[in-house]
């Protein structure tokens, strides 16, 4: 029988909740990394066992984990253990993430700071990790402040793909109130080449030369914070899902409106119709119905919580503007929790999975595309990331 | 103060380091531990040693970018303050010669 195996990241440590098919009992591992703040946990398609782990600290900086026997165990990537190292220069750096500074990666010294003046970039954290659909030693990392890196040693070593940053649009890139992250990529799984990135606030972005050179993909979007809402960089993107069987065509849900492309971004148009706020942080699309999708409202970028103390995940079957509310077995009174943007996942089982965690430390799964919901586990630490794996 | 694993040496130049509790995980070690730093013993010489026999600390003391001790660590040697000194000023011979630890402490912050 299949397995589910859910990867979450909180504020202080990392779980691993797993199940059979059947998604009813669940056995709860962690806190792994426990006192760390997990951004984001993910494994490999290639190598289910591969596990990376973005694991940082306020007062520690970042660090990269790696688990190569599926979360049994956890590594930093090239590191040793109690074994005095090699005498010589360090072949694995995993926690050094420096900024192209090079003639070829154009790279931008400054972006716009929350009062207009321009600010250096400085690297933060790593919010997303991406690993290659095909190689379990390649994976992608986005960071604050927003750039992209690629290690294709298995974390031992990463490099920027400057040519983002060399847009030329920097200057006009912008933090959101949580800061300048590069938070969604997106692997085209029919095309290489091809990769979509998600930064606020600066917009989309998309390559189709393996991250040479980019372009915005942000025509459609309209931002009422910008002096130019319809400007071609400085959306607060809040989060992009795509069904791999069309990669042409993907869901945004934006600081505030539901967007949708069918064009790879070319072009979007609003899909928020009947949704009773626009509002949110995830989106996420059904593993096997390529139009049906799934958002969490919240009531505002003043309010971040649900409309009237009442969590409901809103989905549409109709790829956008016809949503309903689903609401079997969650909160429908006092819930005042936040669903942050790399909080939802969907497994690949035929009864397509669906979950969710909330700031609240709840971890909620549908185990029927989202008709019903129950807790996995109640009262984690605030949950930054949920990831899920169907073995 | 709680000694670990490696408490040896008293010899000039091996250096006894407190490590805060996090780093001790990271390090894979449970009490103070000892390197041997260059002299003249400073806190760079010090922190140059302490990277190079547990690699996994590069970054978590010292920022990468800029070389700098991070602002929420803060570093004590015999009681005193040494955050603000120059990183290339000999330390205490006490520190040097192993009698007393370093101590990198993290800020009491955060929730």
Known sequence: MSKVRVLVGTRKGAFVLSADGKRKDWKVEGPFFAGWEIYHMKGSPADPNRIYVSQTSGWFGQLIQRSDDGGKTWHQPGM????????????????????????????????????????????????HLEPSLTDPNTVYAGVEDAA????????????????????????????????????????????PDRIY??????????????????????????????????????????????HRARPDVLFMQKHWDVMRTDDAGESWREVSGNLPTDFGFVIDVHAHEPETLYVVPIKSDSEHFPLEGKLRVYRSRSGGNEWEPLAKGLPEKDCYVNVLRDAM????????????????????????????????VHDLPAVLSVEVQTL | MTMGESSKAEGAGTVRVALPYHLRNLAHVTGDVEVEAAPPVTVRSVLDALEA?????????RDYSTGQRRVFLRFFACEEDWSLESVDKPLPEAIAKGKEPLLILGAIAGG
């Not at chain 1, 074994?83 to 220069?89: C, I, L, S, Y």
């Not at chain 1, 972005?205 to 319809?230: A, H, Q």
């Not at chain 1, 969907?346 to 919901?373: I, K, M, N, R």
Request: aromatic share 10%.
């Open chain 1, 80 to 127: 040793p253990d109690e074994a005095v190292p090699p005498p010589g220069p360090p072949t694995a750096l995993p926690n050094r993430f420096a900024y192209d500074t090079s003639e070829t990666g154009k790279p931008l010294t400054t972006h716009q700071w929350y009062d207009g003046t321009q600010h250096p970039w400085e690297f933060k954290r790593v919010w």
């Open chain 1, 148 to 191: 992209l890196f690629r290690s294709t040693d298995g974390g031992e070593n990463w490099q920027e793909l400057g040519g983002l940053r060399g847009h030329g649009s920097g200057p006009m890139w912008m933090p959101g109130a949580g800061g300048m992250g590069l938070h969604t990529i997106i692997l085209d799984p029919g095309n």
């Open chain 1, 197 to 242: 990135i998600a930064i606020s606030a600066a917009g989309a972005f998309r390559t189709d030369d393996s991250g040479t050179t980019w372009k915005p993909i942000n025509k459609g979007l309209v931002s009422g914070f910008m002096p130019k809402p319809d400007a071609e960089v400085g959306h607060c993107v809040h989060h992009v899902a795509m």
């Open chain 1, 345 to 376: 996942a969907v497994d690949t089982l035929d009864d397509c999975g669906v979950y969710f965690g909330t700031t609240g430390g709840q971890v909620y799964a549908s185990a029927d595309a989202g008709e019903s919901w129950m807790p996995i």
């Open chain 2, 53 to 61: 026999r547990y690699p996994m600390l590069r970054g978590t003391i």
